[in-house]
């Protein structure tokens, strides 16, 4: 019975493990959308305002035209009335468009912190792999040393390392940099 008892030991303990780790992935996952959800919300409200605000543009260029035709003349028209209606909602995309930019920024910054909580894991994971393999005496204490402060400094580089990937996201440094960069913060 002892070895059915760890048998069923190791299944529960990896069954809650998975349950665990689905159920950061899916909470994770929902957050997120609401995010994006919301981002779309923001950016849906500021394209109505623009349009009405196209539209507004639109009749103070009738009035002028209109204005020119009948009398000949171009001096200033009076389109007080529409610049009444197009001051709040200039006013409103403005307001919108900051909100654009703060919810990004709050995106990114939660997302920032997700990659460092999983480079967090990774690290750990490793040095559970190094640990082990250390006490099965297959790594001496100087391999053992080198790979964990490899692992170690892909964490404490991490943001170093995430502003290197960007910089080659947006071609500002070819892959060959990118690499070469990664590899001094690492080693």
Request: proline content about 1%; cysteine-free.
């Amino acid at each position: 019975m002892g070895l059915f008892d760890k048998v069923t030991k190791v299944a529960k303990n990896a069954g809650s493990s998975i349950a665990s780790t689905a159920g950061k992935v899916g909470s994770s996952a929902t957050v997120a959308v609401q995010e994006q959800q919301e981002l779309v919300s923001l950016k849906s409200q500021i394209n109505v305002i623009s349009q009405e605000l196209d539209s507004a543009y639109v009749q103070v260029g009738r009035k002028y035209v209109d204005y020119v035709l009948q009398s000949g003349e171009m001096p200033g028209i009076d389109v007080s009335d529409i610049l009444k209606l197009i001051d709040p909602k200039m006013t409103k995309k403005m307001e919108l468009e900051k909100q654009v930019i703060e919810l990004e920024k709050e995106i990114k910054q939660k997302d920032m912190l997700r990659e460092k909580g999983r480079a967090e894991e990774e690290f750990l994971a490793e040095k559970q792999k190094l640990d082990k393999a250390l006490g099965m005496d297959l790594l001496t204490q100087e391999e053992y040393d080198q790979r964990l402060a490899v692992a170690k400094k892909k964490v404490d580089n991490f943001e170093e390392i995430r502003r290197v990937e960007q910089q080659e996201e947006m071609g500002l440094i070819t892959k060959e940099e990118k690499i070469q960069k990664i590899k001094e913060l690492t080693e």
